[in-house]
C-alpha cells in the first residue's frame, strides 16, 4: 500500500509571494521568496498539471532525489499567491470542511513554495505536445523542453448540471446568491450564510453525496432548505433504494424539503414582470419571497424562489489540458475517460499519468477512473515512486503496482450518518447485499427491500453478474475500512465463491450473527425526466 501524504515539503501554502518576470519559466525559491525566472530547457523531472496528484508526486520525488531538477508546468495564467491558498481557510465546522475535502480540494490547482531550490513553474502554456520517444515537451511556440521523466497530473472538472445555462449562472446581479461550489472560498460563504440571507430560503441543485451533505449541513444551522434533484430519492444512485429512502426521512427530520424528479434549467433574478404561466412548486412562505427565480421542469414546468441557490455537483470529468493527447499519441478510455495507463500508471516510455486523468489498471476490479481525493494523493505518490526507481535503496521495490484502494467518506452528522466506500459504489449497475445490525439478538432471516429494518450500522456489498464484488459501502462502520479494503483485493475471481446470506454475513464480521439480517436488491435503473 501506498504511504499516505506527508505534512509540509510540497503541501505547504506560502502566504505572500510576490509576481515572478516576464518569463513563463519561473523557479520556486524558499518559502516565501520571490520566483526567479529560469531559462533552462533539460529536467530531470517534469510534472504537468498542479493538482494534488502532481505535488503528492513531487513529494515522492524530493524523498528520494532531494537535487532533482523539476518542472511544473501548468496551463493557469497565474502563480504564487494568486492560487488558491485551501491550508489557511477559514472553515472550521467538521461538516463543510469534509465536503470541501472530499469532493473538491483534490481538483484545486495550486503553486506553492518548497524548500527545495531546484523546482521551477512554467505558467499559462497550453497545446503541449508529449514526445515520449525524444523525451521531450513541444510547447505551443515550437520551443522544446527535454525531460527524463514526466508526470501528466492534470486537475479535473466538475461535470455541469443538465440544461443550465452557464451565461445566466454568471449573471453579475445574482453573483452574491448563487453558489457553485468551485473553491474553498465557496465553502467559507455557506459557513456564513446566515450574514446575508438571515433565516432565509436556500435551494440545493443536487442530489449525489455533495448535494445531500451540504443540505444537511445547512438544515443543521437553522436554514429552510430545499433540495432539488432528477432522481426519486437523493443518493439513488450511489445507495440502494431502501438506504436511499432512509437517508430521505432522516433529511426530512431535519427539514430539507425534497424536491425530487425535477431539473433546474434556468435561474434569473426575481423582477416586477408579468406571470409567465408557470406556477410554483412550493407553499406556505417560500412560495412569495425570495430574489431568485428557478425554472424547474419536472412533469411540468414551474417556477422555485429563493434567496440563494446552490449547485452542488459531485461528479468530477477528467481533463488532459493543456496536452494534446491525439498528437502525444496519449489513448483516451472511451467508457471512464482518462488517459489509459498500466498497473504502473505509465501510458508511454517515462511519461506518467496519476489523479483524475488516469484510466488505470485495478488488479481486483479492472480499468477504472477514479476522482476521488484519497486516489490523488496515492496515485501521484506511487507515480512518484516509479518515476524514481532507479534511486531506490536496495530494500525498496523498483517498479510499484498501484493496488491502493481509494476510498471517499460522506460526511453527515445531522442524520447521524458516516458513510465510506471503496470500489464502484453504483446501485443502478450492481445488485446489492447489506448486512445490517440489528438491536436485538435471534433475527436470522433474509429480508426483502420492501421491509423495514434498522439501519444505523451496516455494509453493503455491490456484486456484478458474476457475484464478483465491485465495491463496498460502510454505514456508521469505520471501523472496517481496512478490513474492506483487503476483501476487494483479496477476493478470488471464481465464481464459486459463496454468495449466501450467512457468507455475506461472516465477510467482514460486523456483529455476532445472531445480531445481523441480510437485505438484498437488484439493479435499479434511474430515469431523467
Not at 68 to 82: N, R
Not at 462 to 477: Q, S
Request: charged content about 25%; some cysteine; hydrophobic content about 40%.
Amino acid at each position: 500500500m501506498v504511504a499516505s501524504f506527508a505534512s509540509g515539503g510540497i503541501f505547504a501554502a506560502c502566504d505572500d509571494v510576490a509576481q515572478g518576470e516576464s518569463d513563463p519559466r519561473m523557479n520556486i525559491g524558499r518559502r516565501c521568496t520571490r520566483l526567479h525566472s529560469s531559462s533552462n530547457s533539460r529536467y530531470d523531472y517534469v510534472i504537468i498539471g498542479t493538482s494534488t496528484s502532481a505535488h503528492a508526486a513531487v513529494e515522492a520525488i524530493l524523498m528520494r532525489k532531494p537535487e532533482a531538477e523539476v518542472l511544473i508546468v501548468s496551463e493557469e495564467e497565474k502563480s504564487g499567491s494568486q492560487f488558491a491558498d485551501v491550508y489557511h481557510a477559514n472553515v472550521t465546522s467538521a461538516d463543510l470542511m469534509s465536503s470541501y475535502n472530499e469532493w473538491r480540494r483534490h481538483i484545486i490547482t495550486r503553486l506553492h513554495t518548497d524548500s527545495s531550490k531546484n523546482i521551477s513553474a512554467m505558467i499559462g502554456e497550453n497545446n503541449i505536445i508529449v514526445d515520449a520517444c525524444k523525451s521531450k515537451l513541444i510547447l505551443q511556440n515550437n520551443s522544446e523542453v527535454h525531460f527524463s521523466k514526466c508526470l501528466i497530473a492534470t486537475a479535473g472538472v466538475k461535470r455541469q448540471f443538465y440544461n443550465l445555462d452557464s451565461a445566466k449562472i454568471g449573471n453579475a446581479c445574482m453573483a452574491d446568491r448563487l453558489n457553485t461550489l468551485n473553491d474553498m472560498s465557496d465553502f467559507e460563504q455557506l459557513e456564513s450564510i446566515r450574514d446575508i440571507i438571515g433565516c432565509g430560503h436556500v435551494v440545493v441543485v443536487g442530489g449525489g453525496m455533495l448535494g445531500t451533505e451540504v443540505s444537511s449541513a445547512l438544515a443543521s444551522r437553522g436554514m429552510r432548505v430545499s433540495q432539488v434533484y432528477a432522481e426519486r430519492v437523493p443518493l439513488q444512485r450511489q445507495l440502494p433504494y431502501y438506504l436511499a429512502l432512509e437517508v430521505q426521512a432522516r433529511l426530512l427530520k431535519i427539514g430539507v424539503r425534497p424536491m425530487p424528479e425535477r431539473l433546474v434549467t434556468a435561474f434569473d433574478p426575481v423582477v416586477d414582470d408579468p406571470d409567465d404561466g408557470a406556477s410554483s412548486i412550493v407553499e406556505g412562505e417560500d412560495a412569495e419571497s425570495g430574489l431568485m427565480r428557478l425554472t424547474v421542469v419536472g412533469m411540468e414546468r414551474a417556477n422555485l424562489r429563493c434567496d440563494y441557490a446552490v449547485l452542488a455537483s459531485t461528479h468530477i470529468d477528467a481533463s488532459v489540458d493543456p496536452i494534446d493527447p491525439q498528437a502525444s499519441g496519449l489513448e483516451i478510455d472511451p467508457k471512464n475517460g482518462g488517459i489509459m495507463v498500466n498497473a504502473q500508471l505509465e501510458a508511454l516510455q517515462n511519461v506518467f499519468v496519476a489523479g483524475s486523468a488516469a484510466s488505470f489498471y485495478d488488479t481486483a476490479l479492472g480499468r477504472r477512473r477514479v476522482d476521488r481525493f484519497d486516489h490523488a494523493v496515492n496515485s501521484g505518490l506511487a507515480a512518484g515512486h516509479n518515476m524514481t526507481k532507479e534511486f531506490a535503496n536496495h530494500d525498496e521495490s523498483l517498479n510499484m503496482l498501484y493496488t491502493h484502494q481509494p476510498m471517499f467518506r460522506n460526511y453527515m452528522p445531522a442524520i447521524d450518518v458516516i458513510c465510506e466506500a471503496v470500489g464502484e459504489i453504483d446501485s443502478t449497475l450492481f445488485r446489492t447485499v447489506g448486512v445490517w445490525q440489528t438491536t436485538h439478538g435471534g433475527q436470522d432471516e433474509v429480508l426483502t427491500e420492501n421491509e423495514n429494518s434498522c439501519l444505523n450500522r451496516g455494509i453493503v456489498y455491490y456484486l456484478d453478474d458474476e457475484d464478483k464484488i465491485m465495491g463496498i459501502l460502510l454505514w456508521n462502520a469505520s471501523d472496517l475500512l481496512e478490513r474492506s479494503r483487503e476483501t476487494l483485493r483479496r477476493q478470488q475471481k471464481k465464481r464459486n465463491v459463496a454468495t449466501s446470506a450467512q457468507a455475506f454475513k461472516r465477510m467482514i464480521p460486523l456483529a455476532p450473527e445472531s445480531w445481523l439480517t441480510v437485505h438484498e436488491t437488484r439493479p435499479t435503473y434511474v430515469s431523467l425526466k
